[in-house]
């Protein structure tokens, strides 16, 4: 056998040995790995299912319906009638509550009012007589003063419708003259524009009142 005495680069060393005749160190064979040994799936169970908690309804409370009291409506009071005189105090007259004193002249405001009036006749004065002074005195007050209708009711009673301007309002009303013994009692009565209807029974109040003191 041939003993190879020079070296070759280290590069060759595989080449050299075999030339030489020297056996190549086998190479072991890569050990093989071993596959894992399968195991067997553990089944896990099934969570159990928390049962549900059992919903009891709750009633619903019971509704008690409030009630609202009623108010108590109080009425208005109506304010009491009382009686009226002339200057002279020889007339009366009872007038409703509403009607206010104002110098000798009892009114609602601007839509109604009334006036009483006396004269002593001392047996000298007819009753015409009366009536004609006690014209002449409203029309000097009364402004557009105009008799509408004259209705006697006996020989002691007379009603006298008129129109006019009292206090620069326009209506109009009555002038009721009725004679006592020696005393003439008169009332002047006055209603605006529109309003002698709602008037209209207070009015005869007023005159069925009519009365003499002495």
Known sequence: MRRCTQPFLASLALLALVACGAAP??????TATPLPTATAATA??????TPLPTLTPTPAPTRTPTVTPTPTVTPTATPTSYTIRDSSALCQATVPGAFRDDGGIWRVGDEAGV??????TGGLL??????????????????????????????????????????GVPGGGTIYQ??????????????????????????????????ALR
């Open 25 to 30: 160190t086998p190479t072991p064979a890569p």
């Open 44 to 49: 896990t169970p099934s969570p159990t299912p």
């Open 115 to 120: 006036t009483i009036v006396a004269t002593p």
């Open 126 to 167: 007819s009753f015409d007589a009366v009536t004609q002074l006690l014209l002449s005195n409203v029309g000097a007050q009364v402004g557009e003063f105009r008799e509408t209708a004259r209705t006697r009711d006996g020989d002691d009673r007379l009603r006298i419708a008129y129109t006019g301007k009292v206090f």
């Open 178 to 211: 009725r004679q006592f013994g020696p005393t003439m009692c008169g009332l002047i009565l006055f209603a605006a524009e529109g309003q002698g209807p709602r008037y209209a029974p207070a009015f005869e109040g007023l005159i069925a009142s009519l009365a």
